[in-house]
């Protein structure tokens, strides 16, 4: 889907996959708006990354639901995970592949996995009795079962007693691998809450793992078949699990793996940070790098459910996005959302302040700002080039833009105050950079709110409307203004870069006015960058600065600003 900058570390991010029994909500936009972030940030930076999300088909669930609607588990999955892949194209992700686990490239490839773990005796037969929850698909063990009042942790419905002949997955024999593994940071588990709580529930022990079912009569024909034995089928989340690998096993994407990060909310952590990585030692794979588990999403204070029916649903962010744009949608989940280990709201109120803060007044008006005063001063064009320190050479813009508050009869300033953008716009690169190794997403977009109130910050002070009010009777008072909104629309140009993974479309539409085409490719927003942040970010002299001589264009604002006394879109 989207053209990378070449070279660069391969980087490999992946979301859950959705069962596509139901619509798509917020929770599902969330994880995949993460990896998103991450994934536009890795492309930012140079990395030839690979961004995956898809569905997951064949659970129970799915050939139940259908059979309720009359149809085939095949068609409502076809309808449903449609509508995942509309939503996600509104939502502007970036995928590079949207996988579904019910085409026979992964029927293969998950079959092969399978089948090389049995080989190796890594998958055997034998009894199974325990706690089994209907609407998650999983086997619990006694201590959580009993701990949850033999209801599903999750959706509050009972737990069954099962008992079947089952292949197991021999989990035990890679206990200590894993525990080392995740001790040392090897295979990450992120935040470090989540981590203490793996290895808290790891020191129950591990034990095999069922990864089969047996088919019973009137079942649908619905999933793999436990390879060498059709009276069983591969247990939904093993067969699941496979796809990561199935995406990406082509030559030309082999590069990818290990993945880099796998995210996804805390219900399904255990699989990703405990189950997986051994299958894949079992296999001979290298395990993934990072497995990063957030919390959730509550809607306007209360935990989301079916009973309630508060789900934040599609067409609710829809609403939103048609008043406000779909960029500020990804904004709030983007900054507002639950990345650490505790829940996050998704509030209205809390909605349109965080948009007016960052966005209509942030970067917005700011923009809308310098564009004015550039087309007011010097008719939309850029007239100096200012290397961020407001010298040519040694502070003299400043100091005339002082000189001219005092003319104006402004009270004295601090005098001594100085600005260095270009220290700050590296400062915030530094920052950027971090977001891959951590994943924490919102670090980017920190940067980014960062340096827009640095800006405003300098025109408060340098008051360039003042400048120009007085520049004639001042020493180098033109020259000074030109160098003063080259460094503000400099200094928005790079800080666009940091907003760009949380609004793609709005930063896209930035680069236009402020011609900087030179960035990426014009005619396609998901384009790569054309070389890696460092270089991008230079502030002044760089290969991609802002030139003297160029156009600014004005243009609408960005983000119209939000009125809190609307009713909440619906
Ligand atoms: O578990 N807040 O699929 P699923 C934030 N098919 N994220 C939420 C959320 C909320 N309130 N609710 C759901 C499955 N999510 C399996 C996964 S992977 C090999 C197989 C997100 O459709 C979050 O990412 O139930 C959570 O982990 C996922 O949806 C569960 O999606």
């Not at 929850?133 to 737990?159: F, R, W």
């Not at 793999?224 to 030559?251: F, K, Q």
Request: hydrophobic fraction near 40%; proline fraction near 6%.
């Amino acid at each position: 889907m989207t053209a990378h900058t070449p070279g660069g570390d391969p980087f490999y991010v992946t979301t859950p996959i959705y069962y596509v029994n139901d619509r798509p909500h917020i929770g599902h936009c969330y994880s995949t708006l993460v990896a998103d972030v991450a994934a536009r940030t890795a492309r930012l930076l140079g990395r030839d990354t690979f961004f995956l999300t898809g569905t997951d088909e064949h659970a129970e669930k799915v050939s139940r639901s259908a059979a309720e609607r009359g149809l085939s588990p095949q068609a409502w999955a076809d309808q449903n995970a449609a509508r995942f892949r509309e939503a996600f194209d509104f939502m502007r992700f970036s995928h590079d592949d949207f996988i579904r686990t019910s085409e026979d490239r992964h029927k293969t490839r998950a079959s092969a996995m399978i089948q090389q773990l049995l080989d190796q005796g890594d998958i055997e037969l034998g009894d199974y009795h325990g706690w089994y929850d209907p609407s998650q698909e999983e086997y619990l063990t006694e201590t959580t079962a009993k701990e949850h009042g033999y209801k599903s942790p999750v959706t509050g419905k009972p737990l069954e007693q099962r008992t079947e002949q089952n292949y197991f997955f021999r989990l035990d024999k890679y206990e200590p691998w894993l525990r080392e593994e995740i001790e040392s940071g090897a295979v990450r588990v992120l935040p470090e809450a989540r981590k203490n709580e793996v290895l808290g529930r790891m020191k129950d022990g591990l034990n095999k793992v069922p990864v089969s079912r047996r088919i019973k009569p009137g079942d649908a024909d619905w999933g793999i078949t436990m390879p060498g034995d059709p009276e069983h089928r591969v247990y939904v989340w093993i067969e699941a699990l496979c796809n990561y690998v199935t995406a990406i096993d082509t030559p030309e994407r082999a590069k990818y793996w290990p993945a880099s990060v796998h995210f996804m909310a805390k219900d399904i952590l255990w699989f990703h940070a405990v189950i997986w990585p051994a299958m894949l030692h079992a296999l001979g794979k290298e395990p993934p790098k990072v497995v990063y588990a957030h919390a959730y999403f509550i809607a306007e204070g209360r935990k989301m459910s079916k009973s309630l029916g508060n789900f934040i649903e599609i067409d609710q962010l829809r609403a939103y996005a048609a008043r406000y744009s779909v960029d500020a949608v990804r904004w709030y989940l983007a900054t507002q959302g639950p990345l650490g280990a505790t829940d996050a709201d998704w509030a209205y109120g809390r909605f349109v302040e965080v948009y007016n803060a960052d966005l209509a007044n942030g970067i917005g008006n700011a923009t809308s700002r310098v564009a004015q005063m550039i087309e007011k001063y010097f008719e939309g064009v850029l007239a100096d080039r200012c290397d961020g320190r407001f010298g040519f050479p040694d502070g003299k813009a400043l100091q005339a833009a002082l000189a001219a508050r005092e003319r104006a009869g402004n009270p004295p300033t601090d005098g001594a105050r100085t600005f260095e953008l270009a220290a700050s716009t590296d400062a915030a690169a530094r920052r950027a950079a971090g977001v891959l190794a951590s994943g924490q997403i919102d670090e980017s977009t920190a940067a980014g709110v960062t340096l827009v109130r640095e800006i405003d910050d300098f025109i408060t002070y340098a008051a360039p409307f003042t400048l120009a009010k007085h520049a004639e009777h001042i020493e180098h008072g033109q020259r000074a203004l030109g160098a003063i909104l080259y460094s503000c629309a400099e200094a928005l140009r790079i800080a666009s870069l940091f907003f760009y993974p949380a609004c793609p479309d709005k930063m896209a539409e930035l680069w236009r006015r402020w011609g900087c085409d030179h960035l990426h490719d014009p005619n396609d927003a998901d384009s790569g960058f054309k070389a890696p942040l460092a270089e991008l970010a230079e502030f002044g002299t760089g290969k991609f600065s802002l030139k003297p001589g160029q156009k600014i264009e004005k243009g609408d604002p960005l983000f119209m600003r939000g009125d809190p006394k609307l009713d909440a879109p619906a």
